[in-house]
């Protein structure tokens, strides 16, 4: 059975259905940072310690970070792991980065890379020297790995709730139709986003910790990690500040790619379901639920007529566009279409297209909620009136 909220179905950029919006907002993408020579940016966030810095990890494997300045003529490299980092593949590197809810106390950063040579995702605990302004490369504490059976298909987005815990996206390994059978398998991290404590004491043996109302925690043949599953491969997630809601984009594979608004223990229906689609492999197997299983629908869903490779966003919520407030900002990698939608708790509004870049790799926030577009290319975007 699939629970469907009332979802907005894309299939050509000009034809799309659901309420519209009365005014439109009418935003730009302005080049910013434009004096900086970046390599694969993958990712830009803020230090959440009252500064202004503007954080930017590269696929290869550095941390680069500037203040938030126009003007900016260079960089500092805050960290260099390219040694150690495995980017072969086209969705591997250095793919994920986020600061402790505590940074400005404990100077803990967390980054989620590929180990090289071999397929393994590796979550690690760095500390960040103040008085140097670098991340110190001797502090590394692995907190998680994870042997992947292909090279795509990783997931990558790591970010602290509202409840000060760790969320991680894993994708279900890589291929086509997900040939493993991991999205609905919970007795494995794959296709699925995780919920873990980094604050308990870190020891060889414990180098995390469960939180007790994780959905899953004491059912048998089960991750207690999984927060929620049934996810070819989030790329990118966010939470609204405001809220705590946690949106993701999903990536699809055949017709389909989707935003969906994450619940705790919910089941998002890969490889039964593609978005609200029921789904067939190439060899015309048609997977099951198990007896008893619900899925979860998406609430705005584009066909590939528009979108290929959706890059998840987030919700505005700065003060430079006030007509943007409460809106959800996200695009797509391939096409590099825009778009931003609201969402009521019932039913979303019709996308409106924004804009557009090849290669978004990434969505991001300052200090000010204000929004950034990361391009692999190298460059870099905010969305301004």
């Known amino acids: 059975m699939i629970h469907t909220p009332k979802l907005i179905v894309l299939l050509l950029v000009g034809l799309i259905s659901g309420p519209a919006m009365a005014d439109p907002v009418k935003v730009k993408l302005q080049p910013v940072f434009t004096k900086l020579s970046l390599t694969k940016p993958v990712f830009l966030t803020h230090a959440p310690d009252g500064s202004d810095r503007i954080f930017v990890t590269e696929q ?48 803990q950063v967390f980054l989620h890379y590929t180990a090289a040579p071999a397929k393994k995702n590796v979550l690690s605990r760095f500390t960040f020297d103040s008085e140097r302004k670098t991340i110190d490369p001797k502090s590394e504490q692995i907190i998680l790995t994870l042997d992947q059976p292909f090279d795509n298909h990783n997931g990558g987005m790591i970010a602290f709730g509202h409840d000060g815990y760790l969320y991680i996206s894993f994708g279900d390994g890589g291929q086509r139709d997900d040939p493993l059978d991991q999205g609905q398998n919970k007795n494995t991290w794959l296709a699925k986003i995780l919920r873990i404590d980094v604050d308990v004491p870190y020891t060889a043996d414990k180098t995390y910790g469960i939180p007790k109302d994780n959905p899953f925690v004491g059912v048998p043949s089960t991750k207690p990690e999984i927060y929620a599953y049934g996810l070819r491969n989030v790329w990118r997630f966010s939470f609204d500040r405001k809220t705590g809601d946690l949106w993701a984009g999903e990536v699809g594979q055949d017709l389909w790619e989707m935003i969906y608004l994450i619940q705790k223990g919910g089941n998002y229906g890969w490889p039964v379901m593609e978005g609200s689609h029921k789904f067939k492999k190439q060899n015309g197997i048609s997977p099951q639920l198990a007896p008893g299983e619900k899925v979860i629908g998406p609430i705005v869903e584009h ?36 778009w931003y939608f609201r969402w009521n708790g019932k039913e979303a509004t019709k996308p409106q297209f924004i804009g557009m870049t090849p290669e978004i790799a990434s969505f991001g926030e300052d200090r000010d909620g204000e929004i950034y577009v990361v391009n692999l290319k190298g460059k870099l975007f905010k969305i301004v009136k």
């Open 303 to 338: 066909n590939h007529a528009a979108a290929k490779s959706i890059t998840g966003g987030y919700v505005y919520r700065g003060k430079a566009i006030p007509e943007l407030e409460g809106a959800y900002v996200y695009g797509d990698f391939q096409t590099g279409l825009m």
């Open 60 to 107: 290869p494997g550095r941390v680069l970070w500037w203040n938030n300045d126009p003007n900016v003529t260079k960089y500092e490299v805050a960290l260099d792991i390219r040694a150690k980092v495995g980017n072969k593949g086209w969705e591997e590197g250095l793919i994920g980065m986020a600061f402790h809810p505590k940074f400005k106390d404990n100077g």
